[in-house]
């Protein structure tokens, strides 16, 4: 797409209000980024203290997704997360 000015712009068919961590999260899950990535996003949206304690919590709601999507490939992940957190 393109704005008035012919200039490209992207629209995110999936976006999110929610915390920044859970995006961070996600590119975790799935391959992540090059270190420089996370040092600058680092840089600038600093981690909070318990980031890595609750970054599975976070990575749940997009492992259920590819659940109901491409199916039990990723139902020992969400078994996991879920036996992790459970009270």
């Given at each position: 797409?393109?704005?008035?000015?012919?200039?490209?712009?992207?629209?995110?068919?999936?976006?999110?209000?929610?915390?920044?961590?859970?995006?961070?999260?996600?590119?975790?899950?799935?391959?992540?980024?090059?270190?420089?990535?996370?040092?600058?996003?680092?840089?600038?949206?600093?981690?909070?203290?318990?980031?890595?304690?609750?970054?599975?919590?976070?990575?749940?709601?997009?492992l259920i997704?590819?659940?109901?999507?491409?199916?039990?490939?990723?139902?020992?992940?969400?078994?996991?997360?879920?036996?992790?957190?459970?009270?």
């Amino acid at each position: 797409m393109s704005d008035s000015k012919g200039e490209p712009v992207l629209i995110d068919p999936a976006i999110l209000y929610g915390h920044s961590e859970m995006d961070l999260a996600f590119t975790e899950r799935f391959g992540g980024y090059s270190p420089s990535f996370y040092e600058a996003y680092t840089y600038y949206r600093p981690l909070g203290q318990d980031y890595e304690d609750r970054k599975e919590l976070y990575q749940l709601f997009y492992l259920i997704v590819h659940l109901n999507l491409f199916g039990q490939g990723y139902g020992s992940s969400v078994d996991r997360v879920l036996l992790r957190f459970q009270s």
